[in-house]
């Protein structure tokens, strides 16, 4: 892999392996994983510009009562200024709903 540039220069055989290692046990779980659905309230944010490609489209099918929210940014740049801001709010407004929710049904 150094010789092809793949691997860095300074990167020893023992912490390649230690990472390969690490890679290999969390791809073994993601394919062992099999989600379950929820009932519960989920608010989910979605990055304008998706630098991902990130398949989210059937979280519908897991969760009963599922807001989905876009805001400015992409996945790196969403919890950084200015795009925080929007976050900041979709979190405060999600809170308050619920805080409005509870003393209703209190």
Known sequence: GKDNAILP??????????????FNNNMNALL???PYSYSGNVTRLVAKDLTMN????HWSDLISNLSSHTVEGNHFT???????????AVINDTLRAEHVETELTD
């Open 78 to 88: 969403v919890l950084k200024n200015p795009h925080i801001k929007d976050v900041s």
């Open 9 to 22: 220069e300074s990167m020893l055989l023992e912490t390649f392996i230690q990472r390969f290692s690490l």
């Open 54 to 57: 990130t398949k989210t489209t």
């Open 32 to 34: 062992k994983y099999v």
